[in-house]
C-alpha cells in the first residue's frame, strides 16, 4: 500500500515558549522575565511595611503589570508575519508598529536586530 504524505510546511509558532530553541525567542523571554523579575524585586523591597501576603500580591502585580507589554508585543509581532491571516501590508506594518510602540528591545529580539553577528 502506496501512502502520500502530504508535506505541510511549518509555520512559524504564535506561541513563546521557554522551550523553543529559536535563539531569538530566548531572547525576548530572558528580557521579559528579567523585566518582571527586577520589578518583582523593587517591588516587594519597597512593600516591606504590608503584611507578608499583601507585599506578595503587590510584588506580583507589578512584576505581571512590567511583563504584559513585552508578552503584547510579541504576541503582536508573531500575528504581523502570520500568513494564515492574510494581513495586508498595511496591516502587517501596524501590527510591528504598536508592538515596537509597547516593547522595542523584546520585537529587536524576536526579529534578530539584537543577534550577534556572524
Do not use: K
Not at 525576548?28 to 516587594?44: D, W
Not at 512584576?63 to 504576541?75: E, F, H, M, N
Amino acid at each position: 500500500m502506496c501512502r502520500h504524505i502530504r508535506h505541510v510546511p511549518r509555520r512559524r509558532t504564535r506561541v513563546l515558549r521557554a522551550d523553543q530553541v529559536d535563539a531569538n525567542v530566548q531572547a525576548a523571554l530572558e528580557r521579559i522575565n528579567t523585566r518582571a523579575a527586577e520589578t518583582y524585586g523593587i517591588a516587594a523591597h519597597y512593600s516591606t511595611g504590608l503584611p507578608a501576603a499583601d507585599v506578595v500580591g503587590e510584588a506580583m502585580r507589578q512584576a505581571l503589570a512590567a511583563a504584559a507589554p513585552g508578552y503584547i508585543a510579541a504576541a503582536l509581532e508573531r500575528f504581523a508575519f502570520d500568513d494564515e491571516l492574510g494581513l495586508t501590508p498595511a496591516q502587517q506594518m501596524r501590527l510591528r508598529d504598536r508592538a515596537a510602540e509597547l516593547a522595542p528591545g523584546v520585537v529587536e529580539d524576536l526579529t534578530g536586530a539584537n543577534a550577534p553577528l556572524a
